[in-house]
Nanobody
Framework: QVHLVESGGGLVQAGGSLRLSCAAS????????MGWYRQPPGKQRELVAA???????NYANSIKGRFTISRDNAKNTVYLQMNSLKPEDTAVYYC?????????WGQGTQVTVSS
């Protein structure tokens, strides 16, 4: 089992910044990728950004140039730096850890961007 704990969400004005953190513990060996997803109110969960074990990254078009995903392997933590936030970025943000045959989710952290 992999246990994921997110932090860093909150309320911010449009144009502001937040940094989300996701700390992984448990059976973290063989995690192939970690990512951030979000679920806006009334909508489906969507991929925001992902980073593989070798450092390759992938971003949703809607956040390219504004968000950056990174990882600190020594701390087993993945970060999502979010800049130039927009009201449409408002959502619950979830951390995900993927293995070949399993996927794990954090509890989610709310990000609210006011206009």
């Amino acid at each position: 089992q992999v246990h994921l704990v997110e932090s860093g969400g909150g309320l911010v004005q449009a144009g502001g910044s937040l940094r989300l953190s996701c700390a992984a513990s448990g059976s973290i060996v063989s995690i192939s990728a970690m990512g951030w997803y979000r679920q806006p109110p009334g909508k489906q969960r969507e991929l925001v950004a992902a980073i593989t074990s070798d450092g390759s990254t992938n971003y949703a078009n809607s956040i390219k140039g504004r968000f950056t995903i990174s990882r600190d392997n020594a701390k087993n933590t993945v970060y999502l730096q979010m800049n130039s936030l927009k009201p449409e970025d408002t959502a619950v943000y979830y951390c995900n850890a993927a293995k070949m045959y399993a996927s794990y989710w954090g509890q989610g952290t709310q990000v609210t961007v006011s206009s």
